[in-house]
């Protein structure tokens, strides 16, 4: 089992930056990529941004250059760092961490972070 905290969310008015915290606990074995997802009211729970074991990242087309996911490895922490946030990015963050073990893949999640940009 897979333990993630998140923390970091809460208000902050459009233009503003927020920096996302997950911190990672249990069987961390295989775990080949951590990322971020946030949900709106009445939509779909969507990638922000993803990092591989190997270090690499994709991101949403809408937070490129915006936003900037990382990883501390010592602390088994990811960050998400999210700068020139806008209405259109309030929403549930929730965090993600995918195990590989032999052919199965398992996702775990965090309990969500609210953020809410004020316009």
């Known amino acids: 089992q897979v333990q993630l905290v998140e923390s970091g969310g809460g208000l902050v008015q459009a233009g503003g930056s927020l920096r996302l915290s997950c911190a990672a606990s249990?069987?961390?074995?295989?775990?080949?990529?951590m990322g971020w997802y946030r949900q709106a009211p009445g939509k779909q729970r969507e990638l922000v941004a993803r990092?591989?074991?190997?270090?690499?990242?994709n991101y949403a087309d809408s937070v490129k250059g915006r936003f900037t996911i990382s990883r501390d490895n010592a602390k088994n922490t990811v960050y998400l760092q999210m700068n020139s946030l806008n209405a259109e990015d309030t929403a549930v963050y929730y965090c993600n961490a995918r195990q590989r073990i032999i052919q199965s893949e398992y996702d775990y999640w965090g309990q969500g972070t609210q953020v809410t940009v004020s316009s």
């Open positions: 249990g069987r961390l074995f295989s775990i080949n990529a």
């Open positions: 990092i591989t074991s190997g270090g690499s990242t």
